[in-house]
């Protein structure tokens, strides 16, 4: 339901590109003032797909972009054909799932780049299938791809955002975060849960001048939803498979552009938009409440 969907990894199927210099773009000195120019941009899941797309919408607003995927070689090529493109790349190969590997790169990262301005987790995987019918496995391995790999990326780096006030997180949820599809169990479990992880950082990091914001995109046109589209139960294939995917680009732009004007929802797309306000209208009611005893307890 969603574009940040993955096959048998994380990670996209390979990216084509030339010859790639790992060892350059994996170690290249990071920028040392990232306020005044090239701002630190981190972004998950950025081999291909939503990722790559961001990295590059990013890269072109200046921001310095530090992409980190779990295959180094599709990471690589990633890396290279951005920094073909004139953009200020980073690569580091990074499993999200592991929390102390999280913590040591964007540590490295802030203590070169100082504190993000962006961080963007699009790192995701899916395995369709009916509950009942699915090796539990699978089910844990979404979890702890979409969810807690968010988790740990977002624990690695709010800090040092909020002791700096100000930035932007984006997580990408789905529109399978927004209502439940047959078939996909462990994907809208943990993308439901990735956007209650967002509304609850969005009322807490408003304090320290970061604000967060979830994409919840429709089908969008890249190699992990191939692979979904193969594997999805064909009894369902119907809804899940219905309407045009949008394009990762279309998708990229649409959450930054949201970010920038503080949005919280990213849904692209007038029927998911509208999806989407209804949803969110209880949930916008009570973060307003929350938000307000926040800010009277910071000052008491």
């Known amino acids: 339901m969603q574009a940040a969907r993955g096959g048998p990894t994380a990670d996209d199927p390979s990216l084509a ?9 994996a170690r290249e000195p990071l920028a040392r003032e990232p306020l005044a120019r ?7 899941g950025g081999s291909s797909g939503i990722g790559l797309a ?34 200020a ?5 990074l499993d999200v799932r592991d929390r ?3 913590e040591a790169v964007v540590a490295e990262l802030i203590a070169g780049a100082g504190p993000p301005l962006w961080v963007v987790t699009a790192a995701g995987l899916v395995e369709p299938g009916f509950f009942l019918d699915q090796d539990p496995a699978r089910m844990e391995e979404q979890v702890a791809t979409n969810l ?9 780096t709010a800090p040092a955002m909020a002791a700096a006030g100000r930035g932007h997180v984006v997580l990408v949820s789905s529109g399978a975060g927004l209502f439940g599809v047959a078939g996909y169990s462990g994907y809208c479990a943990s993308k439901f849960a990735v956007r209650g992880l967002g509304e609850v950082l969005r009322m807490e ?9 979830v994409a919840v995109p429709p089908d969008t046109d890249t190699p992990q939803l191939a692979y979904e589209a193969r594997h999805r139960p064909a009894a369902i294939a119907a809804f899940a498979g ?8 279309a998708v990229a732009r649409h959450m930054i552009r949201s970010a920038e004007r503080g949005r919280f929802l990213s849904a692209p797309g007038w029927r998911l938009g509208a999806i989407a306000r209804l949803q969110g209208f209880v949930s916008e009611c009570f973060a307003r409440v929350q938000m307000r005893l926040l800010r009277r307890a910071s000052r008491d």
């Open 242 to 249: 219905a309407g045009r995917p949008l394009s990762a680009e």
């Open 100 to 102: 102390a590997a999280c």
């Open 148 to 156: 807690l790999g968010t988790f740990h990326v977002v624990r690695a």
């Open 17 to 25: 590109g030339g010859p790639v210099a790992r060892e350059s773009l």
């Open 89 to 93: 790349i980073l690569t580091r190969p």
């Open 54 to 87: 961001v990295a590059r919408e990013l890269g072109r607003r200046g921001c310095r972009v530090a992409l980190l995927a779990r295959d180094p070689a599709r990471l690589a090529a990633a890396g290279s054909l951005l920094a073909g493109e004139g953009l």
């Open 38 to 44: 090239e701002p630190l941009a981190i972004v998950t």
């Open 205 to 213: 990091l408003a304090q320290a001048g970061v604000q967060v914001t």
